[in-house]
């Protein structure tokens, strides 16, 4: 595992899945909950990570990539990718050869970077030292930021959409026409689209046709890492969603 003396933050981990076009989980993102009985706590994670300081998210990141590290084998093994979000503070904390080391022997870690970090608008040298050594993840696609600007500064192979854009354009009487094209031209590009935000069977009806990479959203319960290997490899009959509308 990493080392660190730090005191364990008292948070948990919970795994949302990630669910391509056959059913199979493709990945998982590694979320932020609170203890249970915290009360101390912020009312969200929102409110709580915008007042971290960057010590104790260094220690939420290296906490993560130990838990990753602890179960590298099952996700070697069953070829599915685990996804870390960094923001503009962890993100230098990758610039520390121990890490890079052990994200390499890890193998399936990748790192989620929002469109709205101000490190992909001004095009900080900091993740382009990094870009070599480690998969990027393009988060929150479409959120009214970055968006383009975003794919010219650096260079991303997985973007994910961001969910109020899927769910905005569901409300247009052309959306469905715009999201499709928007995803043709990704899949033109040789993006891969993970679409966030899918909550109904409706959702993935809507999507049917399109030529994503895959799902995630609450349609799906976030898990433990231990029932997230328990429910496994139970496929979701994405087929039968689409046509329950």
Known sequence: ??????????????????FDRNGKMIAAECLTRFAQGSPEMPLSV????????????????????????RYQEWFQQNNVMVTLNVDESTLHMLNDDFIIDCVKTIGCLHFEVSEFSSTLVKRSP???????KYSFWLDDFGAGYAGFGALAMQSFRFIKMDK????????????????????????????QVIVEGIETPEHVHWLNDMPWFALQGLLWQEQSIEALIASYPSPVALNNLATQH
Request: aromatic share 10%; hydrophobic share 45%; glycine share 2%.
């Open 1 to 18: 595992m990493l080392q660190t003396t730090a005191e364990p933050t008292g948070l948990r981990y919970v795994f949302q899945p990630m």
């Open 46 to 69: 929102e409110q709580f990570f915008s007042e971290a300081p960057a010590e104790l998210r260094a220690r939420i990141l290296q906490e993560q990539i130990e838990l990753v590290k």
């Open 126 to 132: 900091a993740i382009d030292a990094l870009a070599d």
């Open 164 to 191: 109020n854009l899927l769910w905005d354009l569901r409300e247009k009487k052309n959306g469905q026409q715009l999201m499709a094209s928007l995803l043709h031209f990704f899949s033109a590009n040789h993006y």
